[in-house]
Structures are given as structure tokens and as C-alpha cells.
């Protein structure tokens, strides 16, 4: 598994930006068709309302970069509302309304709600999940009140994916962020590993969308 690094935890969608022959050019919508580019009226127009839950019968993890648990969580809510529907160089974001933690180990909660985007990468219709301006506490019996986060620029956290024959669609967070705020004991970076199953909307593929024809 690859860990990226973040400067620091942040909410749904973004773009990708390719040109097909003169004039016209791609860009990621959501979309309730699994096609290629996605048909016209079938992308999901803002402002849409975005929920994932944690996968049944798995568990959210935060580890440090030695691969040892800090905090545990049986439950995890992200919910939000896209600010756009999608278009030429131009971001499908989804502003964060919750972001909950349940049966956790250590008292768990964010404490920031930024943003996520979604670039369309295909194939498969898979895309990136980026997130910014979000922070989540951990506090733990050894180390107090720790913050991990993201700030600005947005930064990848995983991948999210919605194929044929499968639905829901999933999110796959596997990504590294850094201490925000907290003693020295706290952990200077820790592994956010979860995967999660987009509830709303259904169906969700994440696709191309020709413009400019």
C-alpha cells in the first residue's frame, strides 16, 4: 500500500480534464448511468446529497507510521452536498455536513468539516477522493487530545469506485496525515485506513462527461 503524505484531514468529487479532437474536452460528473462519456440529464445535478457509512463488519483505522493502533472505530458517517455538478476545469466538490466516528476506542470526533473532490481516473469508473480543511481528535489514555487533518491544498486519501454489478458504490481511504495540534506524545503522522459504501445516491458511477460537441 502506498501512504501518502498529507500536511495535515479534510469531503466528495472532482475533475479530469482531457481533450477529444478539436474544441472538446472531459470533465468527472456523478452519474446514474454506467456509461462512457455519461448521457445527457443522467449525472446528478447539484445540489445532491452525498452519505457513505463504513462498511459492515470492518473497522476504521488509525494507526502511527510503524503500523501501531492509536484509535479504532466500528462506525463512520461521512455526509455532505455537492456545490456543483461538474464541467471544463472545474471540480464536482461536495461541502461536508458530518463526518461522525462510533465505537471507537478513544473518544473520536472532527472537530473541522472542509470539503472532498472526486476526479474521474477510469477505468472501472474509479476516481480519486481528495479532501481539504478537515481535522479529527483523537484522545487517547496515553497521549491526551491529538489532532490530524488537512489543510489547503486538497490531497488524494484514496480511491472511490462504482462498477457494474456493484452497488453500492465504494470509497477506499488509505492515506497518511499529519499532527495538527497536540503534545509531543501525540504521533507526528498517522495512517487513516477505512473503506466505506456510498448509501446516497443511488446509483453512483463516476464518470466522463463530453463538453464542447
Known sequence: MTYLKMPGLAAVAVMALALFGVGSASATVLCNANEIPCPAARDYIAPTGI???????????????????????????IEGETENTGGIIQAVIVKLAKLSFAECIFPTSAGE??????KYIGPETRGTFKAKNTKVTVNTVLTGSCVYGVGEPVIDIGT??????ETPATLTVSSVVSKMEG???????????????????????FKEKIEGE
Not at 113 to 118: A, H, M, N
Not at 160 to 165: D, L, Q, T
Not at 183 to 205: H, I, K, M, N, R
Open 160 to 165: 472511490a469506485k462504482g462498477k457494474a454489478g
Open 51 to 77: 452519505v457513505a457509512t463504513l462498511e459492515p463488519k470492518t473497522s476504521l483505522l488509525f494507526k502511527d507510521t510503524s503500523g501501531n493502533t492509536l484509535d479504532t472505530c466500528k462506525g463512520s458517517t
Open 113 to 118: 468539516l472542509g470539503k472532498f473532490e472526486i
Open 183 to 205: 503534545g509531543v506524545v501525540c504521533p507526528s503522522d498517522v495512517v487513516w485506513e477505512a473503506s466505506y459504501l456510498f448509501t446516497e445516491p443511488q446509483p453512483l458511477y
